[in-house]
């Protein structure tokens, strides 16, 4: 079994701030490794994922996440935000193979402040 | 590509009653997800088809709850005998084997039981 933890529950900055996103997860088995972003009242937006390969990666409007194998975290991070980035994001994990079902952690509000 | 659908968008009822909703993936898109996600939590895993076959179901799905995807098309979620612990956001994606872990999310049924 998988878990997610999200160590951020809140997260406030302000315009043009770096930002870093944390993601911890725990498996007995290799894992992908996703965020999502999911503004008010929609559905979620895939902003990157890991399946393999280079551990840094980089995904749409200027996020990227590095993978760390051995301290098994995910963080997100962006070097300059912008106020159309509030929104709340989901780390999420799912088992190579097999269902491929996504386990997610409780997600971090970003809000971001001018 | 009109990406994953979901009717209706919001569900009023009242305890007791049965409601359906329907879920289109994207098209030839072979595995659909169903999630359920509660206010200030992620998403979770609900059950999951591969074509027409129901291949997983996870504990959260009581026996009040039932899926199907007759065709291997659309998805329809049926909660009967609604308790007001079943108000949620329900949400579905869909994604394509082999492109290995990449669902897409459709912008969900919010159900509002009283």
């Known amino acids: 079994a998988q878990s997610v933890t999200q160590l951020d529950s809140q997260v406030p900055v302000f315009e043009e701030a770096p930002v870093e996103l944390r993601c911890n997860y725990s498996?007995?088995?290799?894992?992908?490794l996703f965020w999502y972003v999911q503004y008010p009242n929609q559905g979620l937006q895939l902003l990157l994922k890991?399946?393999?390969?280079?551990?840094l990666v980089k995904g749409i409007n200027g996020f990227e996440a590095e993978f760390n194998k051995s301290q098994t975290s995910f963080h997100l991070r962006k070097p300059s935000v912008h106020i159309s980035d509030t929104a709340e994001y989901f780390c999420?994990?799912?088992?190579?193979?097999?269902?491929?079902?996504?386990?997610f952690g409780k997600g971090t509000k970003l809000t971001v402040n001018p | 590509d009109t990406g994953v659908s979901q009717d209706p968008r919001h569900k009023i009822t009242k305890r007791g009653q049965n409601v359906t909703f329907r879920c289109d993936p994207i098209?030839?898109?072979?595995?659909l997800y169903w999630y359920r996600q509660t206010l200030g939590q992620g998403p979770e895993f609900l059950t999951y088809?591969?074509?027409?076959?129901?291949?997983?179901k996870s504990r959260l799905l009581s026996d009040r709850f039932s899926a199907e995807r007759p065709k291997g098309s659309f998805s329809t979620l049926e909660i009967q005998r609604t308790e007001q612990g079943d108000s949620a956001m329900y949400l579905c994606?869909?994604?394509?084997?082999?492109?290995?872990?990449?669902?897409?999310f459709g912008p969900g049924t919010r159900l509002l039981v009283l």
């Open positions: 994606a869909s994604s394509h084997t082999p492109l290995l872990g990449t669902q897409y």
């Open positions: 890991y399946l393999s390969g280079s551990t």
């Open positions: 498996s007995s088995v290799s894992v992908y």
């Open positions: 098209s030839e898109h072979n595995r």
């Open positions: 088809f591969q074509n027409e076959a129901q291949l997983e």
């Open positions: 999420a994990v799912s088992d190579m193979g097999g269902s491929e079902k996504l386990v």
